[in-house]
């Protein structure tokens, strides 16, 4: 069990692991409130899906510069700024739901969450590739990778159950302006930790060039060509659940705001079963396979999950998406911290937050406008049996994948 924890050695990553999981307890809480206010004022699973899609949509085109800034600039200066300007919008929101009561104009709301999500394109790269940096041990990698995907998915799991409470008792005003506080938290550990942050890789250039370098830097490596498609069709058919949870919590179980954050909450109690497995692993070698293992459990359970009427199964049926979904996602992230360079790790991050992310809204989006027309279960399942398909084409192309790995691993030093 001691090398599963082998990243919380380093005393930087500890601190930022304790400022970074509240953070992202508090912006799940938010997340929630935002999807249920729009629902409780609309009643429009077309309105959700819209809601997602403008939350997201700017990952899909802005990710590339949040990479060349985690590649140019002080990371841990450009989140503290991030999460200025984050506290700033939360409060915006949180004024626009206590002012305006249950006459609320929903697309204040929409705009709202879209400028939010802007401000996440641009740090998210950040943040992922900053991990990096509070590991000195590149065979300790894998263990802060995998925690780092577990503080986001107790997030998931936590925040919405908080949420629900929150919703219940006061109101989503309150729930906002509660967001806004976590982010003072996670800035002071950022300040704690600003003195060892270590210099960026490169500094100057044209933009577009650097884009356009690290777009080919990223074709030039074999596995990318399979790992991010995967993830990307992962996001587009298995994610879009959070954006129409509200209707199964309140239309096929008849419950309210804590029933939504307990579906929620199943699926990051997943994410978690899937972070602790990885962190428990004792090195790199062998996690490919959960790049079509995940997305192919997650696809079979989100049909289940569709068709199933009682509470227990469809709750079992979240945690197995959870997994699926974070497991994917943190064995993809794994490998491509450690096999890319160091001067270009932002830019490659930032495709890994676009297929992992930026994809996401476009699949709200859809799935938003097909369940408008035959309905929540049905869309989902038709997705959830999509993702399935393309694992299992993974699963036939996999010893081309390991073959490619290898002298990738051998080159990082991982393996000889």
Not at 39 to 53: D, M, P, Q, V
Not at 116 to 122: K, T
Not at 243 to 260: K, Q, R, V
């Amino acid at each position: 069990m001691h090398h599963a924890l082998r990243a919380f050695n380093h005393r930087h990553y500890r601190t930022y692991f304790a400022g970074q999981s509240v953070a992202l307890i508090g912006m799940w809480v938010q997340q929630i409130a935002i999807s249920w206010l729009v629902y409780r004022l609309s009643g429009s699973a077309l309105l959700l899906g819209i809601t997602g899609f403008a939350g997201q949509i700017a990952i899909l085109f802005l990710a590339p510069f949040g990479g060349i800034w985690a590649d140019r600039f002080d990371r841990c200066k450009t989140l503290i700024v991030t999460q200025l300007v984050t506290i700033v919008l939360s409060l915006m929101l949180a004024a626009v739901a206590w002012l305006g009561g249950n006459n609320v104009n929903v697309w204040y709301v929409i705009a709202l969450a879209m400028l939010l999500g802007i401000v996440q394109a641009l740090e998210t790269p950040v943040r992922s590739s900053y991990t990096p940096e509070l590991v000195a041990n590149k065979m300790d990698l894998p263990s802060a990778i995998a925690f780092s995907g577990g503080m986001q998915n107790a997030g998931r799991m936590i925040g919405p159950t908080i949420a629900g409470l929150l919703l219940a008792w006061y109101s989503e005003a309150f729930t906002f302006a509660a967001n806004a506080l976590t982010k003072l938290w996670l800035i002071g550990a950022l300040l704690k930790i600003g003195a060892a942050s270590r210099p960026p890789h490169s500094r100057g250039g044209n933009v577009w060039s650097s884009i356009i370098d690290g777009a080919r830097y990223t074709w030039s490596l074999l596995p990318l060509r399979y790992l991010l498609p995967m993830m990307a069709l992962m996001s587009f058919c298995i994610t879009p659940y959070q954006a129409l949870m509200p209707i199964f919590a309140a239309e096929i179980f008849a419950g309210g705001a804590s029933m939504l954050g307990f579906l929620v909450g199943a699926a990051g109690f997943g994410g978690l079963l899937g972070m602790a497995y990885l962190a428990a692993r004792p090195h790199i070698r062998g996690l490919v396979r959960w790049v079509a293992f995940g997305p192919l459990l997650a696809g079979i359970a989100l049909v289940v999950f569709t068709f199933s009427r009682h509470l227990a199964l469809s709750l079992a049926c979240m945690v197995v998406v959870g997994f699926g979904v974070i497991a994917t996602a943190m064995a993809v992230n794994t490998i491509i911290q450690t096999v890319c360079d160091a001067d270009k790790r932002g830019r490659v991050t930032s495709y890994y937050i676009i297929a992992f992310m930026g994809i996401n809204p476009v699949g709200c989006l859809v799935a938003g406008a097909l369940a408008e027309r035959i309905g929540a279960p049905s869309a989902l399942a038709v997705f959830g049996a999509g993702c399935a398909a393309g694992a299992a084409w993974l699963l036939y192309r996999m010893p081309r994948l390991r073959e490619a790995l290898r002298p990738l691993y051998v080159r990082a030093g991982v393996i000889s």
